[in-house]
């Protein structure tokens, strides 16, 4: 329930960011993260990287629950993320086998036809 009411205050305060921003080029439409804690993947929508197989980054998983892992990672610039903290779908028949929380790892992530990212993989760093 709290990751819901999360949710819910970030998709309602995400207009008055967009408004207050001077950062067009970043795609999300925020200047500044210090402070931002968890993000929802609800905002997190792109569409300028449409027939994008994957997209690689570094992270950290905090948490890896029921389809759901909780992650933290450092700036996405191929689709203009920042670095944070923040939720992610985990796709039915992703490779996630033998991650644990804690555990630093590359992540795959995959766009789907809603424009939404989600975990296609999660690989143990080496």
């Known amino acids: ?14 207009p008055a960011f967009a408004l207050a921003s001077d950062d067009s080029e970043s795609g999300h439409g925020m ?14 929508h792109d569409e300028s990287h449409e027939g994008m197989a994957g997209v690689h980054a570094e992270a950290t998983v905090n948490s890896i629950g029921d389809g759901t892992a909780n992650i933290t990672h450092g ?4 689709i203009g993320w920042p670095a944070m903290t923040m939720d992610l779908p985990v796709l039915d028949g992703a490779e996630v086998g033998g991650v644990e929380d804690g555990d630093e790892v590359m992540m795959m992530l995959e766009k789907g ?14």
Not at 75 to 78: K, L
Not at 113 to 126: C, N, Q, S, T, V
């Open 31 to 44: 200047s500044s993260h210090e402070g931002m804690g968890t993000e929802s993947h609800e905002n997190m």
């Open 75 to 78: 700036p996405i610039a191929e």
């Open 1 to 14: 329930m709290r990751h819901f009411l999360l949710s819910l205050a970030f998709a309602a305060a995400a």
């Open 113 to 126: 036809e809603d424009g939404m990212y989600a975990i296609r993989a999660l690989m143990p760093k080496e």
